[in-house]
């Protein structure tokens, strides 16, 4: 079975500073890692994906991920926060070998951006 | 901007009623998918499909029902409406790209209120 953690519900940073939102996942086979981020009232919006290759994964809006194989992470980084990236970030998780296509959601993180 | 789309936003009904919430896409993709998003913003699959006339329950137990009788609409159907079907309900789609990592499309949700 597939499954992703993000230990943290609420992070807080500070307008131009660095974030991290953190991602563990677990997974029998390769793992597909995407991110999404919800604001309010609104779906997900899709930012990154890790398939293969490069570590370091770049996506919408500044962001990018790490994949970390040997500890089986995935955060998300930017390296200046803006206020308008707050909102509720989720990890997600396909693993082909043990459940088709299905993706497997997070529990989400809350970004809380400070002017 | 993906061009899938949520009828109604929002839903205040009293219990036992009979609903469709409708999701159409314009993008032509086969996958589609309903997810249900509870107050703690957990997201869980409650039913999938991967083309016109297929149809999957999801990890979660849900009490609806799903048709796919056209590859642009795929609609929820709750034949007694009750409280603890209160939540939100996100549609999503996805091309079919034969390797599973091709990203979900989200439409905005509808939040559904059962008094």
């Known amino acids: 079975a597939q499954s992703v953690a993000q230990p943290e519900d609420q992070v807080n940073v500070a307008e131009g500073n660095p974030l991290t939102v953190k991602c563990t996942y677990s997974?029998?086979?390769?793992?597909?890692l995407f991110w999404y981020v919800q604001y309010p009232n609104r779906g997900l919006q899709f930012l990154l994906k890790?398939?293969?290759?490069?570590?370091l994964v770049k996506g919408s809006y500044g962001f990018e991920a790490e994949f970390n194989k040997s500890q089986t992470s995935f955060h998300l980084k930017k390296p200046s926060a803006l206020v308008s990236d707050s909102a509720l970030y989720f990890c997600?998780?396909?693993?082909?070998?043990?459940?088709?296509?299905?993706?497997?959601f997070g529990t989400g993180t809350r970004l809380a951006v400070r002017p | 901007e993906a061009d899938i789309y949520q009828t109604p936003r929002y839903l205040v009904i009293g219990t036992g009623k009979k609903i469709t919430l409708e999701c159409s896409q314009t993008?032509?993709?086969?996958?589609m998918y309903w997810y249900q998003q509870d107050p703690g913003m957990e997201l869980h699959l409650i039913h999938y499909?991967?083309?016109?006339?297929?149809?999957e329950k999801g990890d979660l137990s849900s009490e609806s029902t799903v048709s796919r009788i056209r590859t642009e609409h795929f609609p929820l159907t709750l034949e007694s409406a009750r409280p603890s079907h209160t939540s939100q309900y996100l549609c999503?789609?996805?091309?079919?790209?034969?390797?599973?990592?091709?990203?979900?499309?989200f439409g905005n949700g509808t939040r559904l209120t059962v008094t």
């Open positions: 999503a789609s996805s091309e079919n790209t034969g390797t599973g990592i091709s990203p979900l499309h």
């Open positions: 997974v029998s086979g390769n793992p597909y």
């Open positions: 997600a998780v396909r693993d082909l070998k043990s459940s088709g296509d299905k993706l497997t």
């Open positions: 499909s991967y083309g016109v006339n297929s149809t």
């Open positions: 993008m032509g993709h086969d996958k």
């Open positions: 890790y398939i293969t290759g490069d570590n």
